[in-house]
């Protein structure tokens, strides 16, 4: 079977691109390409009219900050210009939470429940590269403090991406610690991601409304803010937690295609 790959554009369209992604499972169907900042991001949440998709906030940094977005997606090939916002940034913890105004799309990794507890062998989801296919790795989180560690070092261009506990989203690619080489499992090097209290406390904080079931069924916010260089940008939040090390935000490539 082969699916389309649409790319959504601020206020321009795109090539569609064609991929083979039979075997691809749902959860990796969710994450999305961020090739304009060089990052990879997670759909969460998709409704009519809305999609919220999580990522990490150091593809902002710099320059980027007030460049329109450009975002890769599974869907049924359909062309489209959306509108693009970026709702909240918490630079501190490397979360930012983005609005694409269109949808229902067909793929989503939701958060994970309060509470969730962690199982022994996760997967790491993202663009390394911004190459396609999507990568998916294996990821053995060993450490859960401000920021979960893993046995395993994810790559360039995963930043952004998923951590997935069966089908839900339990943390958001950061970075690594070691020496930057494609070496997965090294002697005093691991993987770090953004864990899934400090998910769930960011985007509580920002209106985000969780059920009070164990029912994943997230509803949207009401209120809106706007992307940064169109009108008032939303605020980063200062809130504390240990630096990163290597932060894996691949180099920006323009087609849509590959890199």
């Known amino acids: 079977m082969v699916t389309k790959y649409a ?8 090539t569609v691109v064609l991929i083979h992604s039979s075997a691809l499972a749902q959860a990796e169907k969710a994450v999305v390409r961020i090739p304009s900042h060089g990052i990879s991001g997670t759909i969460v949440y998709s409704g009519p009219g809305v999609t919220d998709i999580v990522s990490c906030a150091h593809g902002h940094d710099g320059r980027n900050k007030a460049k329109p977005m450009k975002l890769d997606i599974y869907g049924n090939g359909e062309q489209k210009a959306v509108e693009i916002k970026l709702m909240a940034i918490d630079e501190r913890n490397d979360l930012t939470w983005i609005r694409l105004f269109d949808g229902p799309l067909p793929y989503v990794c939701p958060v994970a429940p309060k509470g969730h507890r962690l199982g022994a062998q996760c997967r790491s989801i993202g663009f390394d590269e911004m190459k396609f296919p999507v ?10 403090a401000a920021f979960t560690d893993t046995r395993e070092r994810p790559w360039h261009g995963r930043s952004g991406g998923a951590l997935v506990d069966g089908k839900y989203l339990v943390g958001v690619c950061h970075g690594y610690a070691g020496p930057p080489n494609h070496v997965e499992v090294m002697r005093g090097g691991f993987g770090i991601y953004v ?13 985000w409304q969780f059920p009070n079931t164990g029912v994943q069924e997230q509803r949207p916010p009401m209120q809106h803010l706007t992307q940064p260089g169109v009108g008032k940008p939303a605020q980063p939040e200062q809130r504390g937690s240990r630096p990163p090390l290597f932060r894996p935000q691949a180099p920006q490539r323009q087609s849509p295609g590959g890199c």
């Open 7 to 14: 790319t959504w554009l601020l206020c321009s369209l795109s």
């Open 195 to 207: 864990n899934h209290a400090t998910v769930v406390s960011f985007l509580e904080r920002n209106g």
């Open 135 to 144: 990568t998916d790795r294996p990821a053995t989180p060993y450490n859960h």
